[in-house]
């Protein structure tokens, strides 16, 4: 069974930062991409960021500057560095990802969820 376990959510004044990390773990036998995502009240989920296994990221315009998408393969992990947060930017935010399990094929994963609300 795999998991991703989201965790770094939480209530920032605007102009703050925060760092979500979002840990894979199970019979994990090789993983692709990871990625974030986010939905907030009343809309549709969206991307925010990606990154391959060779380091190759793709980060949405609308937070492209202030965001950065990392991962440290050797812990299965994948990170979200956001600054100068914004009101519009809360949201639940769901780390995605490809993965190979045991003697399966890949399939692609979502953690729970975790809450960034940004208020003054």
């Known amino acids: 069974q795999v998991q991703l376990v989201e965790s770094g959510g939480g209530l920032v004044q605007p102009g703050e930062s925060l760092r979500l990390s979002c840990a894979a773990s199970?019979?994990?036998?090789?993983?692709?991409?990871m990625g974030w995502y986010r939905q907030a009240p009343g809309k549709q989920r969206e991307l925010v960021a990606t990154?391959?296994?060779?380091?190759?990221?793709n980060v949405a315009d609308s937070v492209k500057g202030r965001f950065s998408i990392s991962r440290d393969n050797a812990k299965n992990t994948v990170y979200l560095a956001m600054n100068s947060l914004k009101p519009e930017d809360t949201a639940v935010y769901y780390c995605?990802?490809?993965?190979?399990?045991?003697?399966?094929?890949?399939?692609?994963?979502w953690g729970q969820g975790t809450q960034v609300t940004v208020s003054s």
């Open positions: 995605n990802s490809d993965i190979k399990s045991g003697t399966g094929p890949w399939l692609n994963y």
């Open positions: 990154i391959t296994n060779g380091g190759i990221t």
């Open positions: 199970g019979r994990i036998v090789s993983i692709n991409r």
